[in-house]
């Protein structure tokens, strides 16, 4: 099935090559009025193979939706395993280190007894973490036009906003316990874990977000 170009980004492209406009500055005009990028490179080949006579070859498509859907939720389902374990063992090692004087009972026993469940999850996830990322990473270096799946994107801005509600909870837990006067270090030591890990996971898929805009906007100057 042959697809047919939209009629008004046909007639834009015809107008703005008149004018001497480069493919990448007329890229970068039409996705800055909402086209999406792929788009318009279609209208661009039907553009050229109009001029040339010529239809353009077809090939291999490297954008693959279930796959990349498989690798961002596995990779997100072990990003959250493995930081929720590294947090109960933090958690577990503080409530060790530093006993509540006004507990009755010591519960540092009970709470050991959950440290291998924990260690053992963080065992067998993060390497698959890390060897899922590898092969994402590796992907979107061979296969740049990745970085503008709607999976990753819609995956990873999900990360990112639990990232942030984690963190935001934090500063009111911090901010409540404050104001009522009953910080201690057990506590602090606690927030401060939570918010390291979630501040962690946030930083770097924001970062990979920045990185990606930077990497386009270096594509369309």
């Not at 890990?197 to 990979?208: A, D, K, L, T």
């Amino acid at each position: 099935m042959t697809h047919t170009p939209p009629p008004e980004v046909l007639s834009f492209i015809t107008a703005a090559k008149e004018k001497g406009a480069s493919d990448e500055a007329i890229v970068g005009m039409l996705e800055s009025e909402g086209w999406p990028r792929p788009e318009i490179w279609r209208v661009l080949t039907r553009y050229y193979e109009s001029l040339s006579g010529v239809k353009a070859p077809a090939g291999r498509k490297s954008t693959t939706p279930a796959k990349d859907a498989f690798f961002y939720l596995l990779s997100f389902a072990t990003l959250a395993t493995w930081t929720l374990s590294v947090g109960s063992i933090c958690f577990i090692l503080i409530e060790n280190w530093i006993p509540d004087p006004l507990a009755r009972h010591n519960y540092s026993t009970p709470m050991l007894s959950q440290m291998p469940g924990e260690l053992a999850a963080v065992i067998v996830t993060f390497p698959i973490y890390l060897l899922v990322m590898r092969l994402i990473l590796s992907e979107t270096r061979r296969a740049p036009e990745k970085l503008d799946s709607g999976v990753r994107k819609w995956l990873t801005y999900l990360a990112l906003l639990i990232a942030a509600g984690v963190m935001i909870g934090d500063v009111i837990t911090f901010l409540t316990y404050f104001l009522k006067g009953e910080l201690t270090a057990r506590f602090l030591s606690k927030v401060a874990v939570t918010l390291a890990i979630s501040g962690g996971v946030f930083w770097y898929y924001f970062g990979s977000l920045r990185e990606a805009a930077r990497g386009k906007a270096d594509e369309t100057h």
